[in-house]
C-alpha cells in the first residue's frame, strides 16, 4: 500500500531534512514490498517466499554488552545503531537493521541498584529511539514516540534499575514506524538481576537463556521480506529464535531457565512442550511470580514474556524435544528443539516461593478503555474511539495510586495492551480470575475478540508522561496509542 511508503517513509524522511533512507541506508525497508510498478517475472521470482527447515542451527546466543566504564553504583554502555547483516539462511546475507548492527542486539546485563546509562548513537539513516520496554525510566528516557532521536545523533538514556528482577528487552519506538524497525532488527534483551534473589538459586551463568522468538518471510535474495496487513499486522511464515531459524539447543539433564520473550510485530505464539511434558513458569514480564506455576502451554503475545524452568533430568541421554507453537500454520508450528546431550544430572529443584505478595494501594479511579477498528478516516485502530494524538492527554493518574482500568475489545483482532513505565495485575479476563501464570506483574496483556480484561496498574515509580499502546506493532502504529500523565 503507498501510504506506507510515500505517505510515511518518504515524507517523514524529507521532512527531517536529511537525503532519504534510501540512500544513506543499505538496509532497503521497501524494495522488496514495493507493490506498484511493473512485475516483471524477475521480481516475481524474487519476491516468493519459501520457508525454510527447521533444527539445523544451534541455537545462537546474542552477545552481552561490555560495558565502557563502571563504578559499583554505574555502569556506562555505548552502542551503535546501524545497518548489518545477519547469517540466517545458508549462503546469505540477510541485511538488518540493529544495535551495533546486530540482530537480535547485545544483551544488557543490569543489577538492581545499579544504574546504567546507554549512549545510543544513531548512524541507521533515519530518526529512531530507543524503549526500554518493561523498564520502569523517567519519561524523559522512556523512548516516547515524538521523542526521536534525528539520524547521525546521539541521546543518553539513564536506566535506575529500581525494579524487580525481570527480563527486560529494547527496541525502537519511532513514530509510525516501530513496525518496519523492529522487523528490521531493532531488538534485544536487558536483563535485570537482583541480588537479593540469589538464595532462590535460580539456574544461572550458560543455564539462563534468554531466546527471542520472531516469524520472518525471506525474499529469494535472503534479505526479509514484509508484506503490509494493517489487520492483522505481519505474519511470516518461518520461525527465528534469536535469530536462527527453528534452532536446535544441546541441553544438559538439568534444570535450565529459559527467558522466552515474544518479539514478533503481531503473531502469537503458544508454547508446548513435546508430550505435552509440563514447564515451571517462574516469571512474567514484571518479575518473579509468587510461586512456580507449571503449565503445559504458554500463550505469549507480541511483547510478552514468560521465564520458564524446565527440568531435562526427565529425558534420556538423545532425546529430541521439540517446542511446540501450538497456534501456529504447519510452517510456523516447530520454534525450536532441545537435544539433550549429556548425562551429568545435578541436585537442583524449583523453590516454592519466589516472590512476596506485595499489597496494593486502594483503588484511586476506574477507566474504561473500547479497542476498536474505525474503518474510515485515517485513523484505524483506536482507543477509547481516538487515534494517537501527542496534544493529547487520555488520563491523569495519580502518582502512588492503583485504578481499575478495563480494556473492551470490540474487535475480531487480539490487542497485546501495554502499559509504559508502570506494571499491572490482572485482574480479570471476562470476569475470570487469570491463569495463575499471568497474576503476577505485567507490562503487556491480551485482550482477545470481544473478551474484557480488568487491569491494575500501580503508579509507583515516577510522575509524568507516558505511552500505553496495542503492541501489534502495526496497530501500535496505526494509531491505538493513548496517554497517561501521572501527576504528583
Ligand atoms: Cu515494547 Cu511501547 O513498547
Ligand atoms: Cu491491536
Redesign the pocket.
Known amino acids: 500500500m503507498d501510504w506506507e511508503r510515500d505517505g510515511v517513509t518518504r515524507r517523514t524522511a524529507l521532512a527531517r531534512g536529511f537525503g532519504g533512507v534510501f540512500l544513506v541506508c543499505s538496509f532497503d525497508f521497501d524494495a522488496k514490498t514495493r507493490p506498484s510498478g511493473k512485475r516483471t517475472s524477475a521480481f516475481a521470482r524474487a519476491s516468493q517466499s519459501r520457508p525454510f527447515q527447521p533444527f539445523q542451527r544451534d541455537v545462537p546466543i546474542p552477545p552481552v554488552a561490555r560495558p565502557v566504564a563502571q563504578t559499583r553504583s554505574l555502569q556506562q554502555y555505548v552502542l551503535t545503531m546501524k545497518p548489518g547483516t545477519a547469517d540466517i539462511l545458508p549462503g546469505f546475507k540477510t541485511p538488518i537493521l540493529g544495535y551495533d548492527g546486530l540482530y537480535p542486539g547485545p544483551t544488557i546485563k543490569a543489577t538492581r541498584g545499579r544504574a546504567v546509562d546507554v549512549r545510543q548513537i544513531n548512524q541507521s539513516g533515519r530518526a529512531l529511539n530507543v ?1 526500554l ?1 518493561g523498564g520502569v525510566t523517567r519519561p524523559e528516557f522512556d523512548g516516547h514516540p515524538h521523542d526521536e532521536i534525528p539520524n547521525g545523533t546521539e541521546r543518553l538514556y539513564k536506566y535506575p534499575n529500581v525494579q524487580r528482577q525481570a527480563t527486560l528487552w529494547y ?1 525502537d ?1 519511532a513514530h509510525g514506524e516501530t513496525a518496519r524497525t523492529l522487523f528490521a532488527g531493532l531488538a534485544a534483551f536487558y536483563l535485570l538481576d537482583d541480588p537479593d534473589d540469589a538464595g532462590l538459586e535460580l539456574p544461572r551463568g550458560a543455564y539462563d537463556v534468554p531466546l527471542m522468538i520472531q516469524d520472518r518471510s525471506f525474499n529469494a535474495d535472503g534479505s526479509f521480506r514484509y508484506r503490509v496487513d494493517l489487520d492483522r499486522g505481519f505474519r511470516g511464515d518461518t520461525i527465528l529464535v534469536n535469530g536462527a531459524v527453528a534452532p536446535r539447543m544441546k541441553v544438559e539433564r538439568r534444570l535450565y531457565r529459559l527467558r522466552f520473550l515474544n518479539a514478533a510485530n503481531a503473531r502469537a505464539f503458544t508454547l508446548s512442550l513435546g508430550n505435552n511434558r509440563a514447564m515451571t513458569q517462574i516469571a512474567s514480564e514484571g518479575g518473579l511470580l509468587t510461586q512456580p506455576v507449571r503449565r503445559t502451554s504458554i500463550p505469549l503475545e507480541p ?1 510478552e514474556r514468560a521465564d520458564v524452568v524446565i527440568d531435562f533430568r526427565q529425558f534420556g541421554i538423545g532425546s529430541k524435544i521439540i517446542l511446540h507453537n501450538i497456534d501456529g500454520e504447519p510452517t510456523t508450528q516447530a520454534i525450536m528443539r532441545f537435544d539433550v546431550v549429556r548425562g551429568r544430572s545435578e541436585e537442583a529443584r524449583v523453590p516454592k516461593a519466589l516472590a512476596e505478595e506485595e499489597s496494593l494501594p486502594a483503588v484511586n479511579a476506574r477507566r474504561g478503555w473500547p479497542l476498536t477498528f474505525q474503518g474510515l478516516g485515517t485513523s484505524m485502530w483506536q482507543i477509547a474511539n481516538g487515534g494517537f494524538d501527542e496534544m493529547r492527554v487520555d488520563c491523569r493518574p495519580r502518582q502512588g495510586s492503583t485504578e481499575l482500568w478495563t480494556w473492551t475489545n470490540n474487535s475480531s483482532r487480539t490487542h497485546p495492551m ?1 502499559l ?1 513505565g508502570y506494571h499491572f495485575r490482572v485482574v480479570s479476563m471476562s470476569g475470570k480470575p487469570p491463569h495463575a501464570g499471568d497474576a503476577g506483574w505485567k507490562d503487556t496483556v491480551a485482550v482477545y475478540p470481544n473478551q474484557t480484561v480488568v487491569v491494575r496498574p500501580y503508579f509507583d515509580y515516577f510522575p509524568g508522561r507516558y ?1 500505553f ?1 496495542c ?1 501489534a506493532a502495526e496497530h ?1 502504529d496505526m494509531s491505538m496509542m493513548g496517554q497517561m500523565e501521572v501527576v504528583a
Open positions: 524503549h520496554h527496541h519506538h511483547a501495554h509504559h505511552v499502546h503492541h501500535g
